[in-house]
């Protein structure tokens, strides 16, 4: 009787088999471990190059000097304020610049992707402008806005304002059709349509433009505050070249460069958390 049934029983105990087996649960502990872990690898690897090549002579120390002269460099500009004296004069340019941007170019993509007129109308000027840089234009803000804290932040809200603007048209043009012929189908007015259809679908290339411009606004702003201005971190950078202060030099492209993993890091949190709704595979 037991040989007879046993095929039956073996069947039964495997169809209510729940937890995953210890191997694998360790192969996705490993696995999640080391996708944290390979980008911090790649950094430290970078890191080490640059520490070991001035002091086995491939490179000149006056020029490059090793990893941890420009790391303790940083940490005594950080400890007198003068690096955070720089850091806020350009981050407050270049957060009022990109916040202004944000305000003006997401409605107005949002405007000329809806309606046709409004695009109509538009776009030459804007096919003009998008192809023209914003280092061009520089000279132009100078003359026109002064030296002063006006020309930066104008400047960064033309860098940033075309990114954006452009993704959300984008985003708002490509909104699948079947879900605006649903959502009306159901009634919803259009300030409504817009509020659950239309923008949440256009936030991943919204963003998509905000990442682009506050990247494209720091280094804008950078190379403003290099040509006129007595604080930034431009400023700082140039003041240490002029001086031959190497590891100041250093020490302020590192804070450029922390800025701008900053800024993307928390436009990707907001992403995240604004597009909770989508399906992830």
């Known amino acids: 009787m037991t040989a007879t049934y046993a095929p039956f029983l073996d069947a039964a105990s495997t169809t209510f088999e729940v937890p995953a087996p210890a191997p694998l649960l360790g192969r996705r502990v490993r696995a999640a ?20 090549a001035p002091r086995l002579g491939l490179v000149d120390k006056v020029f490059l000097p090793p990893f941890s ?37 997401v409605p107005l993509g949002i405007a000329i992707a809806w309606y046709r007129p409004v695009a109509e109308f538009l776009n030459p000027i804007l096919e003009l402008f998008r192809n023209t840089a914003a280092l061009a234009l520089l000279p132009v803000f100078i003359l026109i806005l002064g030296i002063g804290e006006t ?9 940033s304002a075309f990114p954006i603007l452009l993704n959300t048209i984008t985003g708002v043009r490509t ?18 349509l817009f509020q659950k259809v239309i923008l949440p679908a256009a936030v991943p290339s919204i963003f998509t433009g905000l990442r682009m411009a506050a990247a494209s606004s720091v280094l804008v702003l950078i190379a403003a505050e290099m040509v006129g201005a007595k604080a930034g971190l ?3 950078i140039t003041a240490a070249q002029l001086n031959f202060q190497i590891p100041d030099m250093y020490a302020g492209i590192i804070a450029i460069a922390l ?9 990707q949190s907001i992403e995240r958390r604004l597009s909770r709704w989508r399906v992830t595979s």
């Open 151 to 159: 020309s930066k932040v104008a400047l960064v809200l033309y860098a």
């Open 234 to 236: 431009g400023y700082l």
């Open 69 to 105: 002269d420009v790391a303790t460099r940083f940490v005594e500009l950080i400890a007198n304020g003068q690096l955070w004296e720089h850091l806020s004069a350009s981050l407050s340019r270049a957060l009022l610049g990109f916040a202004i941007a944000v305000a003006t170019a």
């Open 259 to 267: 800025v701008g993993l900053v800024f993307n890091t928390i436009l």
């Open 33 to 52: 471990v080391w996708r944290a872990t390979k980008p911090l690898l790649a950094i430290l690897a970078f890191l080490a190059v640059w520490e070991t």
């Open 175 to 192: 909104v699948d059709p079947l879900l605006i012929k649903s959502a009306r189908s159901l009634g919803l007015p259009p300030i409504r």
